[in-house]
């Protein structure tokens, strides 16, 4: 393993003519998830969205890399280790369980398991759940045999243990509750319930069974005999795992933005790793200015430079859901795309949600019209949408491959992103090139008379004049996609819950004054390029 002082480096760079400016400046780490100490002693973070696995010396802060954004371990979630040393990591959106020995071989030990979640080992016994509707917890086998299924027809559970009854415990996400199983099956027990979306499970030296509230922050302590529960600690919602020291320090990691608390023994807490954003991927800038971005499972808003603030997320009553791709309309209001496959109008103000279509293929770009109606890219169906106000989704545009941004015109055309044939197109009753020979072409905006196109492949955003056809780069060396030399790999998702095709997208937004915002999911920044 190499250190690393950072999720991902570059070094932008502006043509002559052009300046770029971090807004938002890079994120440590793309969400966390869960944790483990190691044999090495370091503590193990999964990191779900971003593909990685990252070790921190909770003495001294320093990172060490595992598993990179590209490799061979896709979207980890959980990990155990067994007594050989060989590292277990579920791979949630990607339906498999892997392990990675010592000397950093890669292996999958059993594949075709949606919505594989929590996994813990005990006396080198492997047990895992799922997070998806109808979820099961199994035992896992080195030599081969399929699992064993201990339960069934559970309700999103996650992170599990085994307790100092023998027992093994899980949360379930949906129901509010916590259960135990014995760990060869048999009767479900309901130990704690009325929790606010409980997201992991572990146990303090005292044998306490502490419990983590997603949508609170709250750390609960449970005493298993009675059922009572106190507060261990309070923390920001978004609370996703959790580690126990010999000594009962916690260390609690963040879905939302990636924060890593340690608790003492005493209730005092610091940060292990700040709070930043898991991608960001969609971004749109309104009439006044203000720049909003989808990550993820939250909408954020920057009110200003070195700024964000969360203005929804998932756990919000009335929220879109996994986001995509945003676009500005009126007031208060954004338009998303969403892994559900739905087109949306969120209003922020009043937290409400209208569905403007559903049962789309995989939608990615959405773009307003002058007109007022909405525009999206189906990526798995290849087509181009438009919703016009209270009318019903009509197809535009098909056989694209693998479309993602989009952009409107002035006279109702659109630009598209085509990243398939590498290239956008403009689409006005037919399909014709604006710019080809790009690598992986993403977020797309109209900036004036200008098309400002951003290609995740190359790390580069070119202008497009819209008038005379000229085009030229006007910023390389990007942080955005996947690290040079790494091919983006669609991941299965989970059905039901979070469909696919999951993929990587960089989005462009374009103010009023001509800065072009850029969502640089690679390094989990907002960069604006302006003309000097």
């Known amino acids: 393993m190499a250190e690393d002082s950072g999720r991902y480096q570059s070094n932008p760079q502006a043509a002559p003519g052009w300046r770029i400016e971090r807004v938002i400046g890079p994120s440590p780490l793309y969400g966390s998830n869960g944790m483990r100490f190691g044999p090495d002693g370091l503590l ?37 280790f067994d007594s050989r040393g060989v590292l277990y990591v579920t791979e949630f959106l990607n339906a498999r369980v892997v392990t990675r020995s010592p ?45 064993k299924v201990l339960v069934q027809g559970l309700q999103l559970a996650n992170a599990l243990a085994v307790g100092p009854d023998g027992k093994l415990y899980f949360p379930q996400l949906a129901t509010g ?52 529960k106190s507060c261990a600690a309070m923390l920001d919602a978004g609370l996703d795992n959790l580690v126990v020291t010999p000594d009962d320090r916690l260390f609690v990691s963040n879905f939302i933005d990636g924060t890593i608390t340690e608790i003492a023994s005493d209730g005092g807490q610091k940060r292990l790793c700040p709070p930043g954003m898991c991608g960001p991927s969609g971004i749109a800038c309104a009439a006044d200015g203000t720049v909003y971005l989808t990550d993820f499972m939250a909408l954020l808003r920057v009110p200003g430079a070195g700024r964000w603030e969360r203005v929804g997320w998932s756990f919000d009553a009335d929220f879109p859901g996994f986001m995509r791709d945003l676009c500005a309309g009126e007031g208060d209001v954004v338009y998303t795309t969403t892994l559900l496959g739905n087109l949306t109008a969120y209003d922020m103000r009043k937290h409400a949600c209208e569905v403007l279509a559903s049962g789309l293929d995989s939608p990615f770009g959405v773009a307003r019209t002058p007109s007022g109606g909405l525009m999206a ?49 403009k689409i006005d009753g037919g399909i014709t090139p604006v710019l080809e020979g790009l690598d992986r072409p993403e977020g797309l905006a109209v900036a004036g008379d200008e098309l400002a196109v951003l290609d995740a492949g190359s790390k580069q955003l070119w202008t497009v004049s819209l008038s005379g056809g000229k085009s030229r780069v006007v910023a390389s060396g990007l942080p955005v996609g996947l690290p040079p030399g790494a091919t983006p790999q669609p991941q299965a998702g989970v059905p039901g819950f979070l469909p696919g095709s999951i993929l990587p997208f960089a989005g462009v937004a374009a103010a009023p004054d001509g800065t072009i915002y850029i969502a640089a999911n690679g390094e989990g920044s907002v960069l604006a390029v302006r003309r000097s």
Request: glycine share 10%.
């Open 177 to 228: 509750e916590v259960c135990r199983v014995p760990l060869d099956g048999g009767a479900v027990e309901r130990v704690v319930d009325g929790l606010a979306v409980p997201t992991a499970v572990k146990f303090d030296n005292r044998g306490a069974l502490l419990v983590l509230q997603a949508m609170t922050g709250e750390v609960s302590r449970v005493d298993i005999q009675s059922g009572q």
């Open 44 to 80: 193990y973070v999964a990191q779900c969205f971003g593909n990685e696995i990252t070790a921190f010396d909770t003495a001294t802060g320093v990172r060490t890399e595992v598993s990179r954004n590209g490799g061979p371990i896709k979207a980890p979630d959980d990990l155990a």
């Open 377 to 425: 890219t189906e990526f798995d169906a290849g087509r181009v949408i438009k919703v016009e106000p209270r009318g019903q989704p009509k197809v535009i545009a098909r056989g694209l491959d693998r479309p993602t941004g989009i952009a409107a015109a002035a006279d109702g055309s659109c630009f598209v992103a085509e990243t398939g044939n590498r290239r956008v197109v």
């Open 103 to 147: 000397a950093g071989r890669v292996e999958v030990l059993v594949d075709n398991v949606p919505g594989a979640n929590g996994i813990t080992i005990y006396r080198d016994r492997i047990f895992m759940d799922e997070c998806r509707p109808e979820a099961r917890v199994v035992e896992l086998f080195r030599d081969g045999r399929p699992p």
